[in-house]
């Protein structure tokens, strides 16, 4: 859509193609490394609390530790 796509009562302006400005930087990674990276830096400080100890604990148990059926989740609603 374009900016003379809110002025009037024509139909808007679609583009043709998609396209990022400036371009977004994406850094791709093999599923080791972004499995390396989560367990190192995920958190959201510089000390993990109990919660993320849990949680990274729960990851790199790699299934075996916390929960992994959707039934048994806290927010699974039972239906009638």
Known sequence: M???DFQG???PT???AAYSK????VTVLS????????????GT????????LRLIDQLTSL??????SPT?????????
Do not use: I, L, N
Request: proline share 10%; hydrophobic share 40%; net charge neutral.
């Open 2 to 4: 374009v900016e003379a």
């Open 9 to 11: 009562t024509s139909p």
């Open 14 to 16: 679609f583009e043709t």
């Open 22 to 25: 400036p371009p977004v930087p």
């Open 31 to 42: 599923a080791e490394d972004a499995y390396a990276r989560v367990v190192a830096q995920a």
């Open 45 to 52: 400080c510089q000390h993990r609390d109990a919660v993320e």
């Open 63 to 68: 299934g075996t530790k916390g929960r992994s």
């Open 72 to 80: 048994k989740a806290m927010w699974a609603v039972s239906r009638p």
